[in-house]
């Protein structure tokens, strides 16, 4: 078999951890009730595969089973208590999935400190080897390679969007398409090197998470 197959049932774990989306089964024992938080930069879907359960999102309620899905938005406050005698397991994703993943929030409404979580947390071996120093000259790396990435992609940009109005004052269909062909090379080019930069980042902040830096 050239990929693998996953089974809610057998892996109760983080499936997939990549800076562009996080994925995994989750199981909740009966009177589980998971603590209310939101995502600074994260959509986050939740599909329940078995058990019941009242999710609450931004004030609202609601009661989900079985087949159900909900999604808590970016910066919208979220939380889920099971409901019943059964334990519940869900499908959930975040997108992106970049630290600190998380944010907590005090009584009073305002942020408690960004709170960064060891790769353990998330099923991911934990680097214990490579020094921190060169964690963060990873991440610094990772944003200067961002920034050269822009602005060949921002003098791009300009170029394209100048030739496709061309294109299209011209009556040129096929002219206008490769413009936003090029259009599409560049930009792709940059979330591929904010997607590296983005890792770099994560490494270097489960780093700061381990009792040892």
Known sequence: MSFEVYDFRTDVR????????????????????????????GHEIFLILSGRCEFEIDGEKAELGPGQLCIALTDQQHSVRVLGDEP??????????????????????????????????????????????????????????LQTAVDESTQVQRAMVAAFKQAIQAGDNAAALAARDAMW?????????????????????????????
Do not use: C
């Open 14 to 41: 983080n499936i997939l951890v990549t800076p562009q989306i996080r994925s995994r089964f989750l199981r909740f024992e009966p009177g589980t009730v998971a603590q209310r938080h939101t995502h600074d930069l």
């Open 88 to 145: 519940m397991t869900m499908y959930l994703s975040v997108t992106p999935h970049i630290q600190p993943t998380h944010t907590f929030w005090n009584e009073d409404g305002t942020k408690k400190p960004p709170r960064f979580i060891s790769n353990r947390a998330y099923d991911v071996p934990v680097d214990t080897t490579t020094p921190t120093e060169e964690l963060l000259d990873r991440h610094l790396a990772g944003v200067e390679a």
């Open 185 to 213: 090379d560049a930009l792709s080019s940059v979330h591929k090197r904010l997607a590296i930069w983005d890792q770099a980042w994560n490494d270097l902040t489960a780093r700061t998470a381990e009792s040892e830096l």
